[in-house]
């Protein structure tokens, strides 16, 4: 079981940065035995991929529309997974939630992810 907890949303300026923190707390299997995600929903549009970590945080992955601009992160010590965002865009503005995948490598399908936080919400003004 895995309960995991967004934070760092907010209202920027486009073209400004957020940070996004996901604290996990974890029984049974320890947080770095998870590959973590980022998805993001925005209102009448379906839940996508924006990021994804492995285990460790060797590999990373990115949805194109963030290469460049996003970068996520992971502390397994701390059970926290990051998600830096850079050159905020008009079209960027949604609830933005952690996931936990019980594989290797993170996915990029939200129904191959086991465990959700509760999402935060992004805002940008132009």
């Known amino acids: 079981q895995v309960q995991l907890v967004e934070s760092g949303g907010g209202l920027v300026q486009a073209g400004g940065s957020l940070r996004l923190s996901c604290a996990a707390s974890a029984s049974g299997r320890t947080f770095s035995s998870y590959a973590m995600g980022w998805f993001r929903q925005a209102a009448g549009k379906d839940r996508e991929f924006v990021a994804g970590i492995s285990r460790r945080g060797v590999e990373t992955y990115y949805a194109d529309s963030v290469k460049g601009r996003f970068t996520i992160s992971r502390d397994n010590a701390k059970n926290t997974v990051y998600l830096q965002m850079n050159t905020l865009k008009p079209d960027d503005p949604a609830v933005y939630y952690c996931?936990?995948?019980?594989?290797?490598?993170?996915?990029?399908?939200?129904?191959?992810?086991?465990?959700w936080g509760q999402g935060t919400q992004v805002a940008v003004s132009s």
């Open positions: 996931a936990a995948d019980s594989s290797i490598s993170p996915r990029r399908a939200p129904e191959d992810y086991d465990y």
